[in-house]
């Protein structure tokens, strides 16, 4: 099967991954996977939560926004609080880059990462959390090296990746199109270990088998290889070496 944009089906989208793309954010990522893409942003903040004080811990978090015309019609601001969909995608992306930290190594402070899509054709979400990684990992780096942190506190890498079922072929790296009418649409988040974070999916028109998942799964876990694989690349060029 070619798929519309020319691509085989277990091809990702052309990934670049641009560090420090603005000022002020101890870590920054501009990560495009298509025509998908999203700022990364990781702000220290050397304080927790009330509910973590004095527990001798520290915290990352995520928090997710759209731009108005990010999308091909324009999506209202969330003036008013963050809507379910948005308040789902913070809190998995707050799952996914909390599994790559010993929190206890990062003592008392936050890391809160902003992840704002520019443009949207499909798997934000998994690239808010790739590209997140690196905006984390570049920010933990630079702690380290003002004195801030004793030991590293990064004890993974973790990257997430789109996969589903689109006219009964399984296909990696879904744009929109493909997702708007795939027969199971997944995101997986995974560690460098090959554990699994977070599995999401979802079956629409008809019933997924047992087998169809789990070859769905065998082949993200290549997928997400390539990413990992980029992340290191790209964070080696800035002097940062990751497990």
């Not at 402070?109 to 990684?133: H, P």
Request: one cysteine or more.
């Amino acid at each position: 099967m070619l798929r519309n944009d020319g691509r085989a089906p277990l091809e990702l989208r052309p990934l670049t991954i641009t560090l420090d793309t603005f000022g002020y954010a101890e870590g920054a990522a501009l990560i495009e996977m298509g025509g998908t893409r999203v700022l990364c942003a990781a702000s220290v903040e050397e304080s927790v939560p009330g509910w973590l004080r004095g527990k001798q811990q520290g915290w990352v978090t995520g928090e997710y926004a759209m731009l108005p015309r990010a999308t091909s019609t324009r999506t209202r601001r969330e003036r008013n609080g963050a809507s379910g969909r948005t308040q789902e995608i913070q809190r998995l992306i707050g799952r996914a880059l909390r599994a790559a930290v010993d929190l206890q190594l990062l003592g008392e402070r936050t890391i809160t990462i902003d992840c704002d899509v520019l443009q949207a054709d499909g798997g934000t979400r998994t690239a808010s959390i790739t590209g997140g990684y690196v905006a984390l990992a570049l920010a933990l780096h630079r702690l380290g090296a003002r004195g801030s942190l004793e030991t590293n506190p990064l004890v993974t890498q973790v990257a997430a990746l789109s996969a589903g079922y689109v006219g009964g072929v399984a296909l990696l790296d879904l744009d929109y199109s493909e997702d708007s009418t795939a027969e199971l649409d997944c995101n997986v988040v995974q560690t460098s270990a090959g554990g699994m974070v977070e599995v999401q999916c979802t079956a629409e028109g008809r019933a997924i088998s047992r087998a169809e998942l789990t070859a769905l799964l065998d082949m993200v876990e290549g997928g997400i290889a390539q990413l990992l694989a980029a992340q290191r690349a790209v964070l080696a060029s800035a002097g940062v070496h990751v497990l």
